[in-house]
């Protein structure tokens, strides 16, 4: 495994609430990423880091915000969880360009929102 | 907007039979083609990739055929076994600011023994 760990790796939280996930690395990788999976729409990308503090948004960014303070920790945030973020959320980082170097993944985050 | 288009949804082969997923995308600044495979409760994990200057790549049972001109590519897996079962993704990325790889909807393989 490339050392990435997602927390919680379960989550059931109610409409409304705010929710933090955290993706934690100990490779020391410059580029962190922020992904959802949902049945016939394979992985988005919802925000990215290409280094500490600096972050752009992905394909389905509205509703979440990210922070990337240190390094190895990459946070994203539901402000206000909506039914429709219910989903798998993968953490992924890589050290270099994508040609150069792979996406390696967490083992992802089961969030329910009810 | 969908850049990157796999198909098929789901596929059933028989044992030690040819596993084909195809791809195509209309990003032409598309780069770099990676294929991963999920395992259930697992993340992704990178299986093979292929950049545009060639056309095919072979890694052991599992081929990549890369046609540039008509924006499309796809994986092969030779002699497919049931550990093969699993969940496929093809993906490109390019060179925007910062390097985003986008998958496509993914393909679910089942091996039948």
């Known amino acids: 495994d490339a050392g990435i760990t997602q927390s919680p790796r379960h989550k059931v939280t109610e409409t409304g609430t705010p929710v933090t996930l955290r993706c934690h690395q100990t490779?020391?990788?410059?580029?962190m990423y922020w992904y959802r999976q949902d049945p016939g729409h394979g992985l988005r990308l919802i925000h990215y880091s290409y280094g500490v503090k600096d972050t752009d948004k992905g394909e389905v960014s509205d509703g979440y915000s990210v922070s990337r303070s240190k390094t190895e920790d990459f946070l994203l945030t539901l402000e206000s969880a909506t039914s429709s973020q219910t989903s798998v959320y993968f953490c992924a980082i890589t050290s270099d360009s994508l040609g150069n170097s792979p996406l390696h993944f967490g083992n992802g985050t089961r969030l329910t929102v009810t | 907007q969908q850049q990157v288009k796999q198909s098929p949804q789901s596929l059933i082969v028989q044992k030690g039979g040819i596993s084909i997923i195809n791809c195509a995308y209309e990003n032409t600044a598309f780069d770099y083609f990676p294929w991963y495979q999920q395992f259930p409760g697992k993340g992704p994990a990178l299986l093979i990739a292929i950049r545009p200057d060639v056309s095919e790549k072979k890694e052991g049972r599992f081929t990549i055929s890369f046609n540039k001109s008509a924006k499309q590519f796809s994986l092969h897996i030779m002699d497919s076994q049931p550990g093969d079962s699993a969940t496929y993704f093809c993906?490109?990325?390019?060179?925007?600011?910062?390097?985003?790889?986008?998958f496509g909807s993914g393909t679910r393989l089942l091996v039948r023994p």
């Open positions: 490779e020391n990788h410059r580029y």
């Open positions: 993906a490109a990325s390019t060179w925007e600011g910062s390097y985003k790889l986008i």
